[in-house]
């Protein structure tokens, strides 16, 4: 007995707790929509051409 209740007390506490903690995630990543867009990233030629110039990136 955890906490010094019975287990099905303790298993409808904690799984009431985990729900909610996914309802909070939930909302909180519908109001900020975070953009999960990758990025273009630089093709090849340009990294050597880059290279050929002089530069140390």
């Known amino acids: 007995m955890p906490a010094s209740v019975s ?3 303790y298993l409808r506490m ?4 985990v729900l ?3 309802a909070g995630t ?3 990543h519908q109001y900020y929509r975070p953009d999960l867009t990758i990025p273009e990233t ?7 051409a880059g ?6 990136c």
């Open 26 to 28: 939930d909302v909180i």
């Open 42 to 48: 630089w093709r090849v030629e340009d990294r050597t």
């Open 51 to 56: 290279q050929r110039r002089g530069c140390c």
């Open 14 to 17: 904690f799984g009431a707790s």
């Open 20 to 22: 909610s903690m996914f």
């Open 7 to 9: 287990w099905p007390r």
